[in-house]
């Protein structure tokens, strides 16, 4: 639905009800307020562009999400075993992303390398190696 559409069905709404129009622009303008102070922060910062860092939210995401659904969702095991920082102590980050990348032969981990970038597997591991995404 564009703008323009939503902008239509919005006034079509005011005249049967104006006051809960009226609550809704609230509400639209509040949710465009602070998605501009969510996003904006992100876009200014440092040389690589915001793009980036959205890329990277979308990556921590997914480790939570897709990793999580056999890792658990705080990484601490499941039916994968827990890839806390402690767990990978012997493991390089270049071979957390082989293990990534390739997964892991007659076991439930697949490979990623059909859906995710060589940067994106490196960022990962860097990120299980550091213990970043994890909470406490
Ligand atoms: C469908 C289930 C499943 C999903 C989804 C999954 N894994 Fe796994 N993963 C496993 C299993 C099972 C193992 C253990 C394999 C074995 O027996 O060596 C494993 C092993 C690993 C290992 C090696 C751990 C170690 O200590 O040897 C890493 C690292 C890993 N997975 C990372 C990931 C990441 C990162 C993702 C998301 C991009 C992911 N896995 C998604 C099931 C899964």
């Known amino acids: 639905m564009g703008v323009v559409t939503m902008l239509i069905t919005l006034g079509r709404?005011?005249?049967?009800?104006?006051s809960w129009r009226e609550g809704q622009w609230r509400r639209l303008v509040s949710a465009a307020l602070l998605?501009?102070?969510?996003?904006t922060p992100a876009t200014v910062m440092g040389?690589?562009?915001?793009a980036q860092a959205a890329g990277q939210a979308r990556l921590a995401n997914l480790v939570v999400q897709d990793c999580g659904s056999c890792?658990?969702?705080?990484l601490r095991g499941g039916l994968g075993p827990p890839?806390?920082?402690?767990?990978?102590?012997?493991?390089?980050?270049?071979?957390?992303?082989?293990?990534?990348?390739?997964?892991?032969?007659?076991?439930?981990?697949?490979?990623?390398?059909?859906?995710l970038s060589p940067k994106e597997i490196h960022w990962i591991s860097q990120q299980l190696k550091s213990g970043a995404l994890v909470s406490p």
């Open 83 to 115: 890839l806390r920082p402690e767990d990978l102590g012997d493991l390089s980050v270049e071979a957390i992303a082989a293990i990534i990348r390739e997964g892991v032969p007659d076991t439930a981990m697949p490979p990623w390398k059909p859906l």
């Open 71 to 74: 890792h658990g969702l705080t």
């Open 13 to 18: 709404t005011q005249s049967l009800n104006s």
């Open 47 to 50: 040389d690589e562009s915001g």
């Open 35 to 39: 998605f501009g102070l969510v996003v």
